[in-house]
C-alpha cells in the first residue's frame, strides 16, 4: 500500500479555486496513462471524481487512482444498465438508465478537467432532482464565456462531454489527442528516445536536409518538455530548460525558412519559456488583475499590498529568487489580514484568486531556495557543465520516481556543426 501525503484532487481544486490549463494537461496526462493501463486490461473504473484521485505530494503531485469498489472488467463492445458512480460525474446514459459502455469513464474525465479548469462541475446542482433535470434538458455543455483556453483543450472538453455515446470521443482517440498524447508522457525512455532523435535532427541540420531536422526537432521537443515538469531538482530543471529553450528556438527558425507545406503547418510542441515556478505564462490563466485595481481604488492598503506582490514578479522574472519571495512574503502578510475584513462580492472573490497564485508562487520559490541552498556547489557544477567547452552535458532526470541519466547534445554541439551562430 502507498501513503499518499498530498490529499486529493477535489481539495487541492477547492483551495485553488481553478487550476492552470498548463497544470490540467500535465494531470491528465497522468490520469491519462492510468486509464490506457486500464483498458489494456478491460477494467473500467466507474466512479472517476476528484475525491477518488490522490496526490503523492502536494510539492511534487503524481496522480494515483484510488477507489476501485465499483470496478469491473468490460470489453469495449461490453454494455451493462447497472448504476454505478457518482451522479455528478456519472455519464447521461448512467443516470437515465439507458445501455452504457466503458465510454463512461471518458464522460467523467471531461467533467473532472472542467472542473479543474473551471472550478466547478459542468452540472452542479444543489440536489439530484436537480441534476436530473439539467440532464434531461438535452442542452449540450458549454465552455463558460470569457475563459481563456487553447482550441486543443477546448476540442477535448467537446469531445468527452459529449451526450451522443456514438459520437463521443473513443479510447484510443482520447490517448492520442494533441491535448492528451500519452505517447509522449514521461517515462523511464523518453531521454533515450529524445537523445536518439535530437542526434538524427543535428546531423540533418548539418547536411542542410531542413525538412527532417526539423522533423526530428519538432518529436524530440515532444518527448522532452513533458520531462521537465517532472524534474524535482531546480538547478537540473533550469538547465534542461535552457537546453529545450535553444532546441526550440532553432525549430522555430527553420520553421520560417524551409519553403514546405508540410512543415510551416506542422505543430511545434507548447513549452513555457519561464519556469512556471518562477513566474506566468502565456499558457496560464492570469486572472482579472485589472478588474480588481478598479475595485480596490478606494482601498489604499490593499492596492499598496497588490504593488508589492506585483514587484515579486518582476523580481521572479528577473530571476531574483530570494528578492521575489521576500516580497510576496510581506505583501501575502499584508492581503491575509486584510481578506479578514473584506465582505464577500465579487472583489473578495477577485482578491481570493490573486492571493492562491501568489502563495503558491511563494512555496514554489521557497522550494527553489531550499533545494539551491542544500544542492549547494552540486547546482553550480551544473550550469558550469552546461556552459563549458565539452558540447556535451549529463543531465541526471528523475522520471516516474526513477533515476535516469541520460548525455544530451548541446546547442554548443549544434552551433559548431550547423553554423547557426
Known amino acids: 500500500m502507498e501513503y499518499c501525503s498530498g490529499g486529493d484532487l477535489s481539495t487541492l481544486v477547492r483551495s485553488r479555486r481553478r487550476l492552470s490549463e498548463s497544470v490540467c494537461r500535465r494531470f491528465l496526462q497522468q490520469l491519462a496513462s492510468a486509464l490506457q493501463y486500464m483498458r489494456q486490461r478491460n477494467v473500467s473504473h466507474l466512479d472517476l471524481k476528484p475525491s477518488n484521485i490522490l496526490l503523492k505530494s502536494r510539492t511534487h503531485p503524481v496522480l494515483k487512482i484510488g477507489d476501485f469498489g465499483l470496478a469491473q472488467h468490460m470489453l469495449a463492445d461490453d454494455t451493462t444498465t447497472t448504476i454505478k458512480g457518482s451522479p455528478l460525474y456519472m455519464a447521461p446514459e448512467i443516470i437515465l438508465k439507458h445501455q452504457y459502455d466503458a465510454k463512461v469513464d471518458i464522460w467523467s474525465v471531461g467533467v473532472i478537467l472542467y472542473e479543474c ?236 484568486e490573486e492571493i492562491t497564485k501568489w502563495m503558491t508562487q511563494a512555496e514554489l520559490l521557497k522550494d527553489i531556495i531550499n533545494s539551491s541552498s542544500s544542492s549547494g556547489s552540486g547546482s553550480k557544477g551544473s550550469s558550469g557543465g552546461s556552459s563549458g567547452g565539452s558540447g556535451s552535458s549529463d543531465v541526471n532526470k528523475v522520471v516516474q520516481g526513477q533515476e535516469v541519466t541520460e548525455t544530451f547534445t548541446t546547442t554548443g554541439d549544434v552551433d559548431k556543426n550547423c553554423n547557426l551562430m
Request: aromatic share 8%; proline share 4%.
Open 117 to 352: 479548469l473551471f472550478g466547478k462541475a459542468p452540472y452542479s446542482s444543489k440536489t439530484l432532482d436537480q441534476l436530473i433535470e439539467k440532464i434531461k434538458n438535452d442542452k449540450p455543455i458549454e465552455v463558460p464565456y470569457g475563459t481563456n483556453v487553447s482550441s486543443a483543450c477546448r476540442d477535448l472538453l467537446q469531445t468527452c462531454l459529449e451526450r451522443d455515446v456514438c459520437k463521443r470521443i473513443d479510447f484510443e482517440a482520447f490517448f492520442k489527442h494533441s491535448f492528451v498524447d500519452v505517447e509522449h508522457a514521461p517515462g523511464p525512455q523518453s531521454l533515450t528516445k529524445a537523445q536518439q532523435l535530437l542526434t538524427l535532427a543535428v546531423n540533418f541540420d548539418h547536411n542542410r536536409d531542413y525538412e527532417h531536422a526539423f522533423t526530428h526537432y519538432c518529436e524530440a521537443l515532444q518527448f522532452l518538455v513533458p520531462v521537465l515538469h517532472v524534474e524535482r531538482n531546480a538547478g537540473k530543471r533550469t538547465a534542461l530548460r535552457r537546453k529545450i529553450t535553444e532546441y526550440m528556438n532553432r525549430t522555430e527558425e527553420l520553421q520560417k525558412t524551409v519553403n514546405s507545406e508540410n512543415v510551416r503547418n506542422t505543430r511545434i510542441p507548447d513549452f513555457e519559456r519561464r519556469d512556471s515556478a518562477t513566474g506566468s505564462t502565456s499558457n496560464e490563466y492570469r486572472g482579472n488583475r485589472d478588474e480588481l485595481l478598479r475595485l480596490t481604488g478606494t482601498t489604499p492598503q490593499i492596492r499598496a499590498a497588490i504593488e508589492i506582490a506585483a514587484s515579486g514578479e518582476l523580481y521572479t522574472r528577473e530571476g531574483n529568487t530570494v528578492a521575489a519571495f521576500e516580497k510576496y512574503q510581506l505583501a501575502l502578510g499584508k492581503l491575509l489580514a486584510l481578506m479578514q475584513k473584506e465582505p464577500n462580492g465579487r472583489r473578495k472573490e477577485l482578491l481570493r
